[in-house]
């Protein structure tokens, strides 16, 4: 009895770049079973050690989470569909009614379309003049988003963000011209979005968010939209939205791959209940590692946006409760049930979360006290630096250089004389590679050292001893020996 699994972009690797795959089986267990004996590369990225599901990959029947269900235990039919969900990252108004703000003229006639929609209308947009909504990260999603906040007439929009503007930011990130690279983004963003809309009032808080910070930030908005591209901002954001009592308009992205939900609302789930865990470092590759369509925060950002201005409007029905899965690819959008978890540590009915914590420990960034140390910050004798490797390289040391990319990055920029086998093929093409006792040195290499530090620590379970992880991967080795090559 075949059942049709979704497979989500950054699985796919495993599954020979199948997007779905039919699987025989009677229950989730069965069908997990024999996807991951038909594709064994799948199974570390699904199951724990200790054989359990990973608690930051999900998997629904149809549109129900199995944890709500009879988890792995659960009964389908060939009429069902089971989709993997991995972590990547009704509202009420924002404002009571006698404090709203009168509209200019110049006003009713910017927002004219507005005002004739019954859904807005002339309450709806001094609703929309009276709030405040905060945009962690002027990225990819905080663009579009803050672009259409701006436009539609949000009276206060703000921005969180630290960097400065690069070249490669320009694919997606349509705040920015090319005569902004080198400028504050929050600076050229600002410059941006006045020009827009000179009468929406521009806040920017050039500072990473913290622990410390959080929440003295948060409680001078009424929405938050969430454009982290990092797991410990997106708990950060969560958990200060959770214990401020402000909505979470939430997005994702990742290659052709977005999701959206609204979390923290009252009674509502909140992003802990749908991945109670983060995934270890390096282990879900970010989008500087994987890519993104430039398009796709486009859709997801302006999703956001229009969920944040449903919320202040109390208009429609939010996606608080449901996520949206949408896949550029096929053009395919599915939107799943969530639910609240009575046992989360921070919404639900007994939290033990009860402040701010350290997030870049929580999600292993860093190390805790008493851990003995990061697994992807590896022993002095297996790093070598760009320089190191190239002055080996040139007096004619014995070296093997195994650069564990895809192929479309191998064609950007590469360290001459590499041998390329990309990390979803190494554990299948281990025979290609020297005598791990014979043979000469190995010096592993990704983009920036994640995933070589993986291939090192695969290589060293099959008795590779003489191996090295190239710190900064090809990228420090472009800056530093080969400027003459692009880099990404």
């Not at 290659?255 to 470092?281: M, N």
């Not at 003489?466 to 800056?479: A, S, T």
């Amino acid at each position: 009895m075949a059942v049709k699994v979704f497979i989500p972009t950054p699985l796919r690797p495993f599954t020979d770049q199948k997007a779905v795959v039919e699987v025989d089986g009677a229950s989730v267990a069965e069908i997990l079973d024999g996807l991951t004996r038909r594709h064994g590369d799948l199974r570390r990225h699904l199951f724990g050690d200790d054989g359990r599901l990973r608690s930051f990959v999900n998997v629904y029947v149809n549109d129900r989470d199995i944890r709500y269900l009879q988890k792995t235990g659960t009964p389908v039919t060939t009429d069902d569909t089971v989709s993997i969900v991995p972590s990547v990252a009704g509202g009420a108004p924002a404002t009571a009614v006698d404090e709203l703000p009168a509209l200019s003229q110049d006003e009713v006639t910017r927002y004219s379309r507005h005002l004739i929609m019954p859904e807005v209308g002339v309450e709806g947009q001094r609703r929309l003049k009276a709030a405040r909504v905060l945009c962690v990260g002027a990225g990819g999603l905080g663009s579009p988003a803050s672009l259409y906040l701006t436009a539609a007439g949000v009276g206060t929009v703000g921005l969180v963000d630290f960097d400065t503007v690069d070249v490669s930011n320009l694919q997606r990130q349509i705040l920015y011209s090319t005569r902004d690279v080198g400028r504050p983004k929050l600076e050229a963003a600002a410059e941006r979005l006045g020009a827009m809309n000179p009468e929406v009032r521009i806040v920017t808080h050039d500072t990473p968010l913290t622990s410390a910070n959080a929440l003295d930030i948060f409680q001078d908005y009424d929405v938050i939209v969430d454009g982290a591209d990092n797991f410990p901002t997106r708990y950060l954001v969560n958990d200060a939205c959770v214990l401020a009592g402000t909505p979470n308009a939430y997005g994702s992205i990742f290659r052709f791959d977005g999701q959206a939900s609204v979390f923290a609302t009252k009674g509502g789930p909140c992003y802990r209940c749908l991945y109670p865990e983060p995934p270890p470092p390096g282990l879900v590759p970010s989008c500087a590692e994987g890519g993104v369509l430039g398009v796709l925060p486009g859709l997801i950002g302006t999703i956001q946006a229009t969920e944040a201005i449903k919320l202040i409007l109390g208009a429609g029905e939010s996606l608080a409760g449901r996520l949206l899965l949408f896949d550029a690819l096929t053009m395919r959008v599915r939107t799943l049930q969530l639910q609240r978890d009575p046992g989360c540590p921070i919404c639900g009915d007994q939290p033990t979360i009860h402040a701010l914590i350290d997030y870049e420990q929580f999600c292993g960034v860093v190390p805790a006290a008493s851990s003995s140390a990061d697994p992807l910050k590896l022993p002095a004798e297996f790093r070598t630096t760009a320089k190191e490797l190239a002055s080996r390289v040139a007096r004619g040391d014995a070296v093997w250089i195994l650069d564990v990319r895809e192929p479309r990055e191998f064609e950007i920029c590469r360290v001459p004389g590499s041998t390329l086998i990309p990390l979803g093929e190494l554990p299948k093409r281990l025979a290609e590679l020297p005598d791990p006792v014979t043979g000469p040195d190995i010096v592993v290499h990704c983009k920036a050292g994640v995933r070589s530090a993986k291939a090192l620590a695969l290589l060293r379970e099959h008795g590779y001893e003489r191996i090295r992880n190239l710190d900064g991967g090809v990228v420090d080795w472009v800056k530093q020996v080969d400027p003459s090559q692009s880099t990404y």
